[in-house]
Structures are given as C-alpha cells and as structure tokens.
C-alpha cells in the first residue's frame, strides 16, 4: 500500500508562518489588544465616555430625592401625631387649652394673612415679626462685632484674658430680663432698651468661642506669620479669622438664638408693635389661640435665622464649621 502525502501551503502572518488552514480562522481582535498592536483608535462603540447616561441621572435625581424625603417625613409625622393627640387631650370644652381646631376656627385670620394693617396696633404676625427682627438685627450686629474682637483681644492675650475672663464669666449669668431695668434708666426709651437687652445677652458666646479659637489657632501658622512679617491687623485678617471662624460661627450661632429669645421677653415688658407684645396683650385679653400661633411663628422664626448663620459658616469655613 502507498501513502500519499499532501503537501501543505504556508503563508506568512504577523505570528510567523503559519499553514493556510490556520491562518484561515477568523480572530476577534478586542479594542484593547487592537490597540497593543498599534492598529489604530479604539472604535467609537467602544469609548468609555463620562457622560451622564439617562439612567444614571434618574438614578440621581431619586437618591436626592430620598434623602429630602428622609429629612422631611420624620418631622411632619411627628407633628400630625402631636396634633392629634394634643386635639382628643383638650377637645373637652372644660379644656384649660384650646385645641387645634378651635385654634384654626378663632386665629384662622393670622396664619391666612400675617401682614394686613387694620390700625396701629392692629397689624400681622408677620409685621410684628419684622419689627422684632430689627431690633435683632442691631443688637447682635453690634454684639458679632464686639464680640470678636474682644475675643481676639483675650484669646491673643494672657494679660487680657486673665483680666477680663473672670468678668466675662460672671456678667454672661445674669438673666437677660435683668438687664431692662438698668437699659430703662439709661436709655429712657424702650427701643434702645431692647437693643441694649438683646446685644448684652448675645455678646458672651461669641467672645467666649471666639477666644478659644483664637487660642487653639496652630503654632505653625503663627510662624509663618513671624515669617512673612506681618503686623497685627494683617495678622488678625489672614491668619486669626480664617483659623478660628469654626468657633466664631459656633458663638454667633448660640448669639443669634439668644437674641431671639431676648427680644420676646423684652418686647413683653417694653409695649410696641413686637411680636412679644402682642403676646402680652393676647394674654391680658384671654385670646389663647392667638397665643399659641404667636409661639409657632417665634418657633419657625428662630429656626430659620439658626440655618441661615450655619448656612453662613458653611460658606464662610468650607464645610468645616458645626452644622
């Protein structure tokens, strides 16, 4: 028997020389091994682009809208579960405190329309609210900026601070109402008197956080300013104030919350158009209802000047103060 043998064909690739039967097969060559073998741009179909792709927006957009929810849901069930308590506890009419929906049915007229004017005394909620808060917009802006440099002046200095801590400490118990009478007899005038009472009251956390910021300030930023010799004004502005406004804005925080609270104890006492008098004069008058939507107003009002000062700091310190 003869074997016949056949002779095989060569042809020559970019492996070697390879028999035509194997250089016959397909290879799928992948945008990365392409690219290895330098034959060129990677296809269009292939290209990891950072665009946005619809999905991933949604996808976004759903997140951030949680989190909202998550912020927001907690608080409103709360309120609507104290509310329906707070309506079968007092829905008895030998009730000492009226309810919610007694309240709604007599006050209706301050929460629908808290700026109309009827006369001089009778004025909104919300104008009333306005002229409480110029009053603590002087008052703690004097105090924000006395109390900062009073508290640069002791946190730089130990002879200030030994000097005048002990009196800061002891002046900053005294109860805000206190110091009426005194701003009476010397103002004679209960506009400035409310002022005096709201700057007096708010003036001590700003100068005690401050302080101790200025004194937690790095011993490394106090030599590059020995370094670069700067002098005691160019010192407080690029190096005092930016190292230590975490502290200040945790100080005007706790400020402006007693300012608020300050203006509404003094407004009862010193008559006007503030919000603390109407509060009075709801009580001597036994309009409760208008008393308990006066409180929510006060409550909503303090809660956003607290934001809008963090909201600031936020700003002011880069992410780094208290929120």
């Given at each position: 028997?003869?074997?016949?043998?056949?002779?095989?064909?060569?042809?020559?690739?970019?492996?070697?020389?390879?028999?035509?039967?194997?250089?016959?097969?397909?290879?799928e060559v992948t945008p990365k091994a392409?690219?290895?073998?330098?034959?060129?741009?990677?296809?269009?179909?292939?290209?990891?682009?950072?665009?946005?792709?619809?999905?991933?927006?949604?996808?976004?957009?759903?997140?951030?809208?949680?989190?909202?929810?998550?912020?927001?849901?907690?608080?409103?069930?709360?309120?609507?579960?104290?509310?329906?308590?707070?309506?079968?506890?007092?829905?008895?009419?030998?009730?000492?405190?009226?309810?919610?929906?007694?309240?709604?049915?007599?006050?209706?007229?301050?929460?629908?329309?808290?700026?109309?004017?009827?006369?001089?005394?009778?004025?909104?909620?919300?104008?009333?609210?306005?002229?409480?808060?110029?009053?603590?917009?002087?008052?703690?802006?004097?105090?924000?900026?006395?109390?900062?440099?009073?508290?640069?002046?002791?946190?730089?200095?130990?002879?200030?601070?030994?000097?005048?801590?002990?009196?800061?400490?002891?002046?900053?118990?005294?109860?805000?109402?206190?110091?009426?009478?005194?701003?009476?007899?010397?103002?004679?005038?209960?506009?400035?008197?409310a002022i005096f009472v709201i700057f007096?009251?708010?003036?001590?956390?700003?100068?005690?956080?401050?302080?101790?910021?200025?004194?937690?300030?790095?011993?490394?930023?106090?030599?590059?300013?020995?370094?670069?010799?700067?002098?005691?004004?160019?010192?407080?502005?690029?190096?005092?104030?930016?190292?230590?406004?975490?502290?200040?804005?945790?100080?005007?925080?706790?400020?402006?919350?007693?300012?608020?609270?300050?203006?509404?104890?003094?407004?009862?006492?010193?008559?006007?158009?503030?919000?603390?008098?109407?509060?009075?004069?709801?009580?001597?008058?036994s309009r409760l209802p208008d008393i308990?939507?006066?409180?929510?107003?006060?409550?909503?009002?303090?809660?956003?000047?607290?934001?809008?000062?963090?909201?600031?700091?936020?700003?002011?310190?880069?992410?780094?103060?208290?929120?």
């Amino acid at each position: 028997m003869t074997a016949h043998v056949r002779s095989t064909d060569f042809v020559e690739t970019s492996a070697g020389r390879l028999p035509a039967t194997v250089a016959a097969i397909p290879v799928e060559v992948t945008p990365k091994a392409a690219n290895d073998q330098g034959d060129g741009p990677v296809p269009a179909a292939h290209e990891n682009t950072d665009q946005p792709t619809p999905r991933s927006r949604f996808a976004g957009l759903a997140e951030k809208s949680g989190e909202w929810l998550a912020n927001i849901v907690p608080p409103l069930l709360v309120v609507l579960a104290l509310g329906l308590i707070w309506e079968m506890a007092f829905s008895s009419p030998t009730a000492s405190l009226p309810p919610p929906s007694k309240i709604w049915a007599e006050a209706k007229d301050l929460i629908l329309d808290p700026f109309f004017v009827m006369g001089p005394q009778d004025i909104g909620l919300g104008l009333r609210v306005m002229t409480s808060l110029q009053r603590v917009a002087i008052g703690f802006g004097l105090a924000a900026i006395v109390g900062v440099l009073l508290g640069a002046l002791v946190g730089q200095s130990v002879w200030a601070m030994r000097g005048l801590d002990p009196v800061f400490q002891v002046l900053r118990t005294v109860p805000p109402l206190a110091w009426l009478p005194i701003s009476l007899a010397g103002f004679r005038d209960a506009n400035p008197s409310a002022i005096f009472v709201i700057f007096i009251t708010s003036i001590w956390p700003i100068i005690i956080n401050t302080a101790v910021g200025i004194r937690n300030i790095p011993q490394d930023y106090r030599n590059v300013a020995a370094v670069l010799r700067l002098n005691q004004v160019e010192f407080f502005w690029r190096i005092m104030i930016p190292s230590a406004a975490p502290y200040i804005f945790t100080g005007l925080r706790i400020g402006i919350g007693l300012s608020w609270l300050a203006i509404v104890a003094a407004e009862m006492l010193t008559g006007g158009v503030g919000i603390g008098f109407f509060i009075w004069d709801a009580w001597n008058s036994s309009r409760l209802p208008d008393i308990v939507v006066a409180l929510f107003y006060i409550g909503v009002v303090g809660f956003v000047l607290d934001r809008l000062v963090a909201f600031a700091g936020q700003i002011a310190t880069r992410g780094t103060a208290a929120s």
